[in-house]
Structure formats: structure tokens, C-alpha cells
């Protein structure tokens, strides 16, 4: 029995807590982790407070697999692609926002201090009030102890400005509020809100179905949210971080209650915020229409609050409830439920068919990475997902578990490594492409077998698991338990895969890739991954942000040579993009000899003139060299 659904096993003293589940009573959750932790290890959970509605729970309809040739011509290497910048730091794909046709109001709270031109406002909600279609608000440096409300189309266009970044403050006032939103954007399109700190703690008093927020944008559509700092949105009492509330950035009204009836919806593009010390989601998105363009943010638990962690199970990003979402270039981490694990970095649920995608994020130190379920036609590409406590990524159709099919989603191209539990997990999901990831060192040891690279459950069809790259996992780098006339007796079909374990013989070939990835103490990122059996596939791949540089390898290995633990190889590449540049790379595992994670030097040459040269140890990843 799963987590997800023990209504009917739950003593009597929290039997009729359903409903608290969703506003969040912390007693519930305590009482459904205490059951949870006698589940069996690697058992899929998911957090109650994104349940998908059971009516989305139907038989699944026989679907054809996506086209196996989908991404054939992306040469770039497994994980977030080359020339990708994540998280806020990114500033080449961050052009300046367009003038202003409307008037400019300035607001100061101290107007004494001389950093501000002379105002009648003092007051955020002033200037709001005052203000029409278009129009700017440039918010100078102070902190501002209101409600921002941002309400009616006679505030279309409006954008709401920190004068210097991140030197006004909108704070949660003390006391109790109706208005359970910091700032709301209500029945206004096109509205901006650039360059504040937006910070809580809120007062709630009590767990409420309306929950608390952040920014919420609301009947509110190509709203924008962005190069702000949005932080502490948890409640000022410890005692109550256990409610279901705290999203710091919500799009669409979430109604308490199981929809339909759905709230209104909304649509944003949040880009460029650090978001940090939120209760729940620090995205959440929800409702029919409603669409959240989530890019290049660092996304980042109350990981400071090891309390709240073991009360709440808080999510990076949240979209459910029919919205769809664009989720990109993303940095988030710290999503933990540390009774048993409960939070994800990202979730996926009931899109609209082919309306959504999970593209070049790190995602990282979660309980669980991506998770989806209820979903049909999503990409999920190029992202690194690393050092999760349970699973990496997984795919739902298990209607025992109430999740509905689960097909036609693409899986490929991501790097899936040193997570605890089964790298890519398969359940009841059908009709899919598992396409290029790479997939080493999952898992971990018990006396069952539970975890594994890619895990494929019994009732999983009809999936086309191609060219994956898998070693080291644990129990098996590839398993499946379905039965059919598919590979090796499944009812699958696995092509080209590389694994040297195995629940039954002829799902893999044996993989005798020596491999590595990392950063060094300048945030310089490498990965590469070459067999002396298989030259013509190796890659390797380096970014050095400080210098502007790319470095993708082109046409495999030249040529491969061994020195005890450390590999060299040559080749050519690409340099942001540029053809004519010839690599010669040397990687060195010290792990074996308890020295160190490992080394790497590079070297490259172009047009005449031209040299890189860079040697440094590993400060975090790995490096696996096979013996020679």
C-alpha cells in the first residue's frame, strides 16, 4: 500500500483528515509518515497535497510509441545541453524589457534621504491605485510593510520596478489579512514586477484552504515575474509550518477543494528569481488555461529550517490541475521531507497533451527529481538530475496509486546520476521513449532488489527504451519485470542499450564506457564519456562561463590511451558553436585511490593563435576508468 493514498489504513484518531490533508494539518502528515516509513525501500511516493482528480484515473487507451528517431540529430552529450546556462545567473538570454509608452510614478518611504525624486507616494499600493494602462512604478530603496494589490484591466501593462535591484523590500505586514497574498495581480494582463526583495514570514493563525502566497497572478494573463528575491514566504510560527501553504510564486487561484470546480487561471513567465525558504512549492501552477513559462531560476528548500523539513514536504516546481508549463534552465535543490521521502524537485501532472516540457534543469538534493503522472506527450530532456534520496525520474500510470496513463512521453538526453533510488522508474507507464540518457551509480544496497538504472514494472507496455547509456546502478543497470513478445521476453522493446547487469538476459549490452563529470573550484563543468570498443561514440563536453566558452566534441574519439587510472583522448570540436578546433583531454580516477574524486586536464587548439589550456582537480561529480 502507497502513501499517496492510505485514507482507508489510517488510525482512527486521523481517519477523517482527508480534507486536512489538503489545507494541511500537521498532525495528518505526521500520522501518514509514521506509516510511511514502514513502506517497503524504493517504493515510489508522492506528496498529497498535488493528488491528481480521480476522475483523470481511466484505462489507458492503446496509444503508438513516440517515433524512435525523435532527437537523433542532437549530438550534444546526455544532460543539460552545451551553451545552456541555468538558474538566475544567466544573463545572454536576458534582453532589457521595452520602453514605457505610459506615465512614471516614483514611491518613497523616506523621502528625507534624498535617493528618490520628489513624491506623493509613499506607499506601494498608493502609486498602484494611482496609476493606468502602461504606466511605471519605480519603487526606490526602503522596506515597504504592505499588501501590494494589483487589480482590473485599468492596470494592464503596468510595471512595478525596484529602482536599485533587490533594495526595496515588499514585507509581509504583522498582523492577520484577509488577503492571504503578498502581492496579487487580479483581472490585470501584461503586468511586470521586476528587481524586489518579496519576503514573509506571513501570520496565518491557523492552516487555511485559501493558502498563503507569495505573488499570485490570478484572471491575470503574460504577466511577468522577474530578477526578484523571494524568500521566507512560511509562516512566523514554527507550529504551523506543517499547513499545506507558503507557495512563494503561484499561478491560477488553487481552491481547496478537489476541482471541478476549478479557480481562475492565469499565465506569467517567471525567469531570473531567486527563490528561497518557502513553506510548499516555490512554483506552484494550477487550472485549465492557466500556463507558467518557468526559466532560469535558482529554486532553493528551507533548508536552513531542518524543523520545518520534517513536518512539510515541500516542491520546487508544481503544475497540476490541467495548467501547462514551459519548465527550463532551472537550478532547484533542497526539497526534502525528511521522515521518509515525500518532496520532489519538479511535478508534472494532467497537461494538456503536448503542451508541456522539463527541459535543461539541475536538479538536485530532492527527495524525489522529476516526477509525472496523468500525463500524455511531455518532454523531458537535457536535464542533470543528481543526488536525490530516492528516485531520479518518474513516469505514473499506476491507477492503484491513482495516477492516469502515463504515454507518448519522451524521456532523453538526461544525465541521471548517484541518485538513492532507481534512476528512470517505469510504473504502469506505456507507450514511451526512453531515448540517450545516461544513467550510473543509482541505487542502494539492501537485500532486496528495488532500485535500479532503468526500472521497468510488470504492467509497463508497449515502451521504446533506445541507446541508453547505464553502469554501475544497483540492484540492476537494467531491469524489467513485464512479460510479452517485446525484448528478451518483455513487453518492451530495448535497442542499443549499454548495461553490464541485468534482470534477464538481453535487455543490454555490456558497457565498457569509462566516463566522468564534475566542476573544478572556478565552476569550470566537464563530462565526457569514450570506449576503446566503441571510439566513434565517444563525447566529451566543457563549459567555462567565466571565459564565454563551449566545448562540444564532434565525430567520437580519435584515439584513446591508458596510465593506470587515468584515460587520454583527442579529438575535434565544436567552440561555441564554431567548427576547426582540435581537443586533447585527460581524466584521472583518485577515488580508487582515496586521494580525491579525480582530475582533468584540457587542452585546445583552432585558428592560428589560438590555445585553452586548463588543469584542475574535481571539487565535486566523479571519474570512472575502467582497468587496462
Not at 496509444?63 to 545572454?92: E, F, R
Not at 502609486?127 to 526606490?140: H, L, R, Y
Not at 484572471?219 to 526578484?228: C, D, I, K, M, V
Not at 515541500?314 to 535543490?333: D, H, L, T, Y
Amino acid at each position: 500500500m502507497k502513501l499517496k493514498w492510505l485514507r482507508a489504513a489510517l488510525p482512527a484518531a486521523v481517519g477523517t483528515t482527508w480534507k486536512a490533508l489538503c489545507f494541511g494539518l500537521t498532525t495528518s502528515l505526521l500520522a501518514i509518515a509514521q506509516i510511511a516509513n514502514a513502506q517497503t525501500p524504493g517504493g515510489w511516493q508522492k506528496d498529497p497535497d498535488s493528488q491528481v482528480s480521480p476522475a483523470a484515473v481511466v484505462t489507458s487507451e492503446v496509444l503508438p510509441a513516440p517515433d524512435v528517431t525523435l532527437g537523433s540529430q542532437d549530438t550534444t552529450m546526455a544532460g543539460i545541453a552545451t551553451g545552456a546556462v541555468v538558474g538566475m545567473a544567466d544573463t545572454a538570454n536576458d534582453p532589457p524589457d521595452p520602453p514605457s509608452s505610459g506615465n512614471t510614478l516614483f514611491v518613497d518611504n523616506t523621502p528625507s534621504d534624498g535617493d528618490c525624486p520628489p513624491t506623493p507616494y509613499m506607499t506601494i499600493q498608493a502609486a498602484v491605485n494611482a496609476s493606468g494602462p502602461n504606466d511605471t512604478i519605480k519603487v526606490c530603496p526602503g522596506t515597504y510593510s504592505e499588501l501590494v494589490q494589483i487589480i482590473g484591466h485599468n492596470h494592464d501593462g503596468l510595471r512595478l520596478e525596484s529602482l536599485q535591484p533587490l533594495a526595496a523590500t515588499i514585507q509581509w505586514p504583522a498582523i492577520l489579512s484577509i488577503n492571504h497574498q503578498l502581492v496579487d495581480i487580479n483581472g490585470a494582463d501584461g503586468v511586470t514586477i521586476r528587481g524586489f526583495t518579496i519576503t514573509g514570514p506571513f501570520t496565518s493563525g491557523a492552516c487555511s484552504g485559501d493558502r498563503y502566497e507569495g505573488v499570485l497572478f490570478e484572471n491575470a494573463f503574460n504577466g511577468r515575474l522577474t530578477h526578484n528575491h523571494i524568500t521566507l514566504i512560511r509562516d512566523s510560527l514554527p507550529a504551523l509550518w506543517g499547513c499545506q501553504q507558503g507557495d512563494a510564486v503561484a499561478i491560477g487561484r488553487r481552491l481547496p477543494n478537489m476541482p471541478p470546480p476549478f479557480g481562475t487561471p492565469g499565465s506569467a513567465q517567471v525567469d531570473h528569481n531567486w527563490i528561497d525558504k518557502y513553506q510548499k512549492n516555490g512554483v506552484q501552477a494550477v487550472n485549465p488555461t492557466t500556463f507558467a513559462d518557468v526559466h532560469n531560476n535558482t529554486i532553493t528548500a528551507s533548508t536552513d529550517q531542518p524543523a520545518l523539513q520534517a513536518i512539510t514536504a515541500s516542491n520546487g516546481v508544481v503544475v497540476f490541475r490541467q495548467a501547462a508549463a514551459a519548465v527550463e534552465q532551472n537550478v532547484i535543490s533542497g526539497n526534502k521531507f525528511t521522515r521518509v521521502p515525500l518532496s520532489t524537485g519538479i511535478i508534472l501532472d494532467e497537461a494538456p497533451a503536448g503542451s508541456s516540457m522539463v527541459n535543461n534543469n539541475r536538479v538536485f538534493n530532492n527527495d524525489y527529481g522529476i516526477e509525472t503522472d496523468t500525463e500524455i506527450g511531455l518532454e523531458i530532456s537535457h536535464n542533470d538530475v543528481f543526488n536525490s534520496v530516492a528516485d531520479a525520474i518518474t513516469l505514473c500510470g499506476d491507477a492503484s496509486q491513482i495516477c492516469g496513463p502515463a504515454e507518448q512521453i519522451v524521456v532523453r538526453e538526461n544525465d541521471v546520476t548517484n541518485n538513492g533510488g532507481s534512476g528512470i522508474l517505469l510504473l504502469s507507464a506505456s507507450s514511451n521513449l526512453l531515448k540517450s540518457n545516461h544513467v550510473a551509480r543509482n541505487g542502494v544496497l539492501d537485500r532486496t532488489d528495488t532500485t535500479d538504472g532503468i526500472r521497468v514494472d510488470i504492467n509497463s507496455t508497449n515502451n521504446e527504451i533506445v541507446a541508453n547509456h547505464m553502469n554501475q546502478n544497483i540492484t540492476y543497470d537494467c531491469h524489467d519485470d513485464s512479460a510479452g513478445t517485446g525484448t528478451a521476453g518483455t513487453a518492451n522493446t530495448w535497442t542499443n542499450d549499454l548495461g553490464n547487469t541485468q534482470n534477464r538476459p538481453g535487455l543490454c549490452h555490456p558497457n565498457d564506457e569509462d566516463e566522468g563529470g564534475g566542476e573544478d573550484s572556478d565552476h569550470d563543468q566537464m563530462k565526457f564519456e569514450a570506449s576503446q570498443s566503441q571510439p566513434s561514440n565517444g563525447q566529451m563536453q566543457y563549459q567555462d562561463p567565466s571565459n564565454g566558452m563551449n566545448l562540444q566534441s564532434v565525430n567520437g574519439v580519435a584515439s584513446m590511451t591508458y596510465n593506470n587510472t587515468c584515460v587520454s583522448f583527442v579529438g575535434n570540436a565544436l567552440v561555441n558553436g564554431q567548427a576547426g578546433y582540435l581537443y586533447t583531454f585527460t581524466a584521472c580516477d583518485l577515488s580508487v585511490l582515496g586521494t580525491g574524486i579525480g582530475t582533468f586536464s584540457l587542452m585546445v587548439t583552432g585558428p592560428p593563435g589560438y590555445l585553452y589550456q586548463k588543469s584542475e582537480p574535481l571539487t565535486s561529480g566523479y571519474v570512472s576508468v575502467h582497468a587496462h
